[in-house]
């Protein structure tokens, strides 16, 4: 590999706990949901670099950053469903 894989997965590091200090401080649930996203993205993409850091890869890293990528694509359309149903709550409307 090129040797650029840790420093990149270093920065992705940063990168969540800039997204945690989001989750934390986070006016409003769509703000959250964003940085939980982030969070599964820049997960796969950490794990994906530290799976092909070594002279091979380790298939376990990628098992992991799959399932990781399933979570969150879970997590986005439970929130939308979530978001679809207060709204028509608001409205009145009982599906």
């Known amino acids: 590999m090129t040797g650029l894989e840790l420093p990149i997965a270093l920065f992705l590091l940063v ?3 800039a997204s945690l200090w989001r989750v934390l401080r986070g006016p409003g649930d769509a703000n959250r949901l964003l940085a939980a996203l982030l969070f599964g993205s820049t997960g796969v993409g950490v794990l994906v670099l530290l799976a092909f850091a070594g002279e091979r890869a380790l298939t376990p890293f990628l098992d992991v950053a799959l399932t990781l990528a399933l979570l ?3 997590t986005a359309i439970a929130f939308a469903q979530r978001a ?3 709204a028509s709550a608001a409205e009145g409307h009982d599906d």
Request: charged share 20%; aromatic share 12%.
């Open 15 to 17: 990168n969540l706990a």
């Open 72 to 74: 969150a694509a879970i």
């Open 84 to 86: 679809w149903r207060r």
